[in-house]
């Protein structure tokens, strides 16, 4: 049986353990979603979360604090994986020089990012300063987009960020149909729940089996045989979390199918997230979700 369809027989799965078990959720209101966290919950993050909703005046300098949530956007990874971490405006990224690609990218979206004057960039670009960061024109007729880890309609608050974005450490080699649909149909969910819960947290990255031997262009990039993402809302009522992983192929049906936990991508990728949160408060949110209480 190949990667992609193991991974899709494995994720339905444990859709249907969770949904036939009632995995436990975090609810909230969208009143107290909101507003910044229980300040018992997450206390190190509360004066931050009101600097998050209520600072007007980061719009006129075109940006964030830079680093002022990287204590949850970096992701711990196995030391045996090969790793160059790099900040970028918006987000960060753990390049991985043996596959090609990033091994994650780490970002904070906030609710008043979701819209603005910044155009679609279009202009990908290598980085030069990562070690086997690609050429756009290695992916040219290989048959898959050059897929953003970190979405473009993310950065429309910067045109630095916009810049940054296609950059090619931010990029993996992904199928079309999963891109343009539903990759493309979550990071619009994305969008609407930084909206309702001021901000969020994103981690996203391809996920490689050792099945996974499929490279392209003349840099050798690494084909993934599926991409995760592990979302977190720290400043509602009661901090919840969602992890989703899609094959990199088409995925049929409803998002649900493809939720999951975010201990159970750590699991599947090795990685560990959101380690900067209070261990009682990571335990929580990384073992429990509800796909329910994130799309209502």
């Given at each position: 049986?190949?990667?992609?369809k193991?991974?899709?027989i494995?994720v339905?799965v444990?859709a249907?353990?969770?949904?036939?078990?009632g995995?436990v959720?975090?609810c909230?209101?969208r009143?107290s979603?909101?507003?910044?966290?229980?300040?018992g919950?997450?206390e190190?993050?509360?004066r931050?979360?009101?600097?998050?909703?209520s600072?007007?005046?980061a719009?006129k300098?075109?940006?964030?604090?830079?680093?002022?949530?990287?204590d949850?956007?970096?992701t711990?990874?196995p030391a045996s994986l090969s790793?160059q971490?790099?900040?970028?405006?918006?987000f960060?990224?753990?390049?991985?020089?043996?596959?090609g690609?990033?091994n994650?990218?780490g970002w904070?979206?906030?609710?008043?990012?979701?819209?603005?004057?910044a155009?679609r960039?279009?202009?990908?670009?290598q980085?030069v300063d990562?070690?086997g960061?690609?050429?756009?024109?290695d992916?040219s007729?290989?048959?898959f987009?050059?897929?953003?880890l970190?979405?473009?309609?993310?950065?429309?608050w910067s045109r630095e960020?916009m810049?940054?974005?296609?950059?090619m450490?931010?990029?993996?080699p992904?199928?079309?149909?999963?891109?343009?649909g539903a990759w493309?149909?979550?990071?619009?969910k994305?969008?609407?729940?930084a909206k309702?819960?001021?901000?969020?947290v994103i981690?996203?990255?391809?996920v490689?089996?050792?099945?996974?031997s499929q490279?392209?262009?003349r840099?050798g990039?690494r084909?993934?045989g599926?991409f995760?993402?592990?979302?977190?809302a720290?400043?509602?009522?009661?901090p919840?979390a969602i992890?989703?992983?899609?094959?990199n192929?088409t995925?049929p049906?409803n998002m649900?199918?493809?939720?999951?936990?975010?201990?159970?991508?750590e699991n599947?990728?090795?990685f560990?997230?959101?380690?900067g949160?209070?261990?009682?408060?990571e335990?929580?949110?990384?073992?429990?979700?509800s796909?329910?209480?994130w799309?209502d």
């Open positions: 049986m190949d990667n992609k193991r991974i899709i494995g339905g444990c249907a353990l969770l949904i036939c078990f995995a959720g975090l909230s209101s009143e979603a909101r507003q910044p966290g229980d300040a919950a997450v190190r993050y509360s931050r979360a009101a600097e998050s909703a600072d007007d005046s719009g300098t075109g940006g964030r604090t830079q680093g002022r949530f990287a949850l956007e970096v711990k990874i790793s971490e790099k900040s970028y405006t918006g960060r990224v753990s390049f991985n020089r043996e596959n690609t990033p994650w990218v904070e979206l906030l609710g008043k990012e979701t819209s603005g004057e155009s960039s279009n202009k990908f670009w980085d990562l070690e960061c690609p050429a756009s024109s992916y007729r290989s048959g987009d050059r897929g953003h970190c979405p473009a309609a993310d950065q429309k960020a810049e940054d974005c296609f950059v450490a931010n990029m993996a992904q199928d079309h149909a999963l891109n343009t493309n149909t979550l990071e619009n994305e969008r609407v729940w309702r819960d001021s901000a969020i981690v996203a990255g391809p490689y089996e050792k099945g996974d490279r392209i262009g840099a990039v084909v993934p599926a995760f993402k592990v979302i977190l720290p400043y509602v009522e009661k919840r992890g989703f992983v899609f094959p192929m995925a049906g649900v199918n493809y939720a999951m936990s975010v201990r159970e991508v599947l990728t090795g560990d997230f959101f380690s949160l209070p261990d009682e408060l335990n929580d949110v990384e073992s429990n979700f796909f329910h209480d799309n």
